[in-house]
């Protein structure tokens, strides 16, 4: 069928154009996009930062409506509300263990952009292969192509244009906090970072009842935005030593810190705020040729650095739906953090991202209903 789609043909830059999507195979799924989030993973996906292959279209925090499923798909019938997560195997030693987000082959079913038999779910007007099944959906586009393991099917009650992003960027910092790193009533927690992911982490923290939230950043604005997420206290890190904050208002540092940012400096600082027998989690896609010392000495102290993919959301459909429920509770409202450009204002939405004017662009493509 023809679709409207993002191509990334040259670094950085995306214009849309109509594509031929592949009618779905026996384990696929069509799903009608209704909005999409953008993540900094699209944008180092364009760029080639990560392993990603030109034409391709990006777009990996799709929310949509099953328009039609292969024969041999039982978990969605169309009609039903999805949203669509990463893809893996199911078939190395992670996934057979259900610890998904570490599949062996991540790079390949996320970034590769083809099905595990190699061929393409989309060509262009001169039938020449276009990269699609980004994340298992590529779905900057009024269509998208997935599966059933990485479809999430929501309730119908809920805003399905605003849920997109739980299924990479929000996910990636809750499920750090509640999955990952375990934050408890028992621990204190720090997050650097007070972007999507950073955010996200505070108001998990929040909800797991952390008694004491530090935030750390360089804008105001946003520190005041993790004060109403439920920071007990925040830092600007322009204004001095986040570490030594951090220390003074807790008994020596937390139990729980986590980098958002990927700066080597601010990586350290995470760890460095830790309590003995804390953890720090580090979570930053980064340049792969990046190294961060360590001093062992200090971490002899019970302390551990843990690396976390999308929040370990092993089982996303329940972690998804848990989220789902928590913002319909009016516990989670990530919807703060979002904010929505129609189809045609793509190139603001991207510029904005990069400035950080918006914290989570989500891109409409159709209308709910
Ligand atoms: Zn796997
Ligand atoms: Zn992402």
């Given at each position: 069928m023809k679709i409207q789609a993002a191509v990334a043909r040259e670094s950085g830059k995306l214009v849309y154009e109509i594509l031929d999507l592949d009618t779905p195979r026996d384990n696929e799924?069509?799903?009608?996009?209704v909005a999409t989030g953008i993540c900094h993973t699209d944008l180092s996906a364009i760029t080639q930062l990560l392993p990603a292959r030109l034409p391709m279209v990006p777009g990996h925090e799709g929310a949509g409506i099953v328009a039609a499923v292969g024969a041999g798909v039982t978990?969605?019938?169309?009609?039903?509300?999805?949203?669509?997560?990463y893809d893996y195997c199911d078939d190395c030693r992670a996934c057979r263990d259900h610890d998904h987000t570490y599949c062996h082959h991540a790079v390949e079913r996320c970034f590769l952009g083809d099905r595990p038999d190699g061929s393409s779910t989309l060509h262009d007007a001169k039938n020449e292969i276009v990269h699609g099944s980004f994340f298992g959906q590529s779905s900057l586009a009024t269509y998208a192509l997935c599966y059933d393991r990485n479809v999430?099917?929501?309730?119908?009650?809920?805003?399905?244009?605003?849920?997109?992003?739980?299924?990479?960027?929000?996910?990636?910092?809750?499920?750090a906090v509640f999955n990952a790193l375990g934050v408890t009533e028992q621990t204190d927690f720090a997050v650097f970072g007070a972007g999507a992911v950073g955010l996200s982490a505070v108001m998990a923290a929040h909800v797991a009842g952390a008694p004491t939230i530090i935030a750390v950043d360089i804008s105001e604005e946003r520190l005041e935005m993790a004060r109403d997420f439920g920071a007990t206290h925040v830092f600007n890190s322009r204004t001095g030593d986040p570490v030594a904050f951090i220390q003074s208002v807790t008994e020596g540092g937390v139990l729980r810190s986590l980098d958002t940012s990927g700066v080597p400096?601010?990586?350290q600082q995470a760890l460095a705020a830790t309590a003995p027998r804390g953890s720090c989690g580090w979570l930053a896609g980064v340049d792969p040729a990046l190294e961060v010392p360590?001093?062992?000495?200090?971490?002899?102290?019970?302390?551990?650095v843990k690396g976390i993919i999308e929040g370990e959301s092993?089982?996303?459909?329940?972690?998804?739906?848990?989220?789902?429920?928590?913002?319909?509770?009016?516990?989670?409202?990530?919807?703060?953090?979002?904010?929505?450009?129609e189809i045609d204002q793509l190139e603001q939405a991207l510029a904005d991202s990069k400035s950080g004017a918006t914290i989570k662009p989500i891109i409409r493509f159709h209308a709910q209903n």
């Open positions: 799924i069509l799903v009608r996009v978990k969605v019938a169309p009609g039903d509300h999805v949203v669509l997560t999430i099917k929501v309730r119908k009650d809920a805003p399905l244009e605003l849920l997109g992003p739980l299924a990479c960027g929000i996910q990636t910092g809750a499920g400096t601010v990586m360590i001093n062992p000495t200090f971490l002899l102290a019970g302390r551990s092993h089982d996303a459909q329940a972690f998804i739906s848990k989220l789902v429920d928590l913002y319909m509770e009016g516990r989670f409202p990530f919807d703060k953090i979002c904010q929505f450009y």
